[in-house]
Each structure stands twice: as C-alpha cells, then as structure tokens.
C-alpha cells in the first residue's frame, strides 16, 4: 500500500472554538487557464476570518485565548452584551468546559502522537 505524503495544519473561526484537521493537498479543481483573459484580483469579503496552526494543541490553545477575549469585549458592552454572552456560552459550552480545558491541552500534548 503506498503511504501518501500529505501536510496538514490545524484551523479554526475568528470567535469559534471548534479546531479543525485541514490537508494542505487538499487540492480543488481550478478555472482553466487563458492565457490573454485579464485577471482581477481581490480580497475575500464576508467570508469568516479563520487562524492556522501547525500544532493542534497550539490552535487549541490560542482558540480558548480568542474565546476568552471575545466573552470579554462582551462584558465590557454591559447590559447590552449580557443576552450574546449568555447565548456565546451556551453554544460553545462543550468546547470551553471540556475540549479546551488546561488538562485536555496537556494530556494530548504529552501523547506521543504527533499533532
């Protein structure tokens, strides 16, 4: 059986704490070229702002770190951040409470597993 040679890194959503395994080979079917046709370039617009990490437990790391400062600039709004905190914390409990915990982080950074 031939051993694929494949890259990867670990990502997740500006104020999300889901992380997610992305192939770098993970490779999509392209417009064809033409030679003469103009190009236009442009920045992505509307679309979430994801961070890459080639450690999973890194990106676990620095997804909690974002959560924490997210909920923050919630409790600095007052009052009218409280319904959006609650509901926040409410979506994300699984991830804040077990997935990302200190414990968690270490435990499979300790395994001798790459991630």
């Known amino acids: 059986?031939?051993?694929?040679?494949?890259?990867?890194?670990?990502?997740?959503?500006?104020n999300d704490t889901a992380v997610?395994?992305?192939s770098t080979n993970d490779f999509r079917p392209f417009i064809k070229f033409q030679p003469n046709a103009a190009t236009t370039?442009?920045?992505?617009?509307?679309e979430p702002f994801y961070y890459g990490f080639l450690s999973r437990t890194r990106a676990m790391e620095m997804a909690k770190a974002g959560a924490l400062e997210y909920m923050e600039t919630l409790l600095d709004k007052g009052r009218s951040g409280m319904e959006a905190l609650?509901?926040?914390?409410?979506?994300?409990?699984?991830?804040l409470n077990q997935n990302l915990t200190y414990d968690n982080i270490q435990a499979i950074k300790n395994q001798k597993i790459p991630s």
Do not use: P
């Open 20 to 22: 997610s395994q992305v």
């Open 86 to 95: 609650l509901k926040y914390r409410e979506d994300h409990y699984e991830d």
């Open 1 to 14: 059986m031939k051993k694929n040679n494949y890259s990867r890194y670990y990502r997740f959503l500006r």
């Open 41 to 46: 370039y442009s920045l992505v617009i509307n």
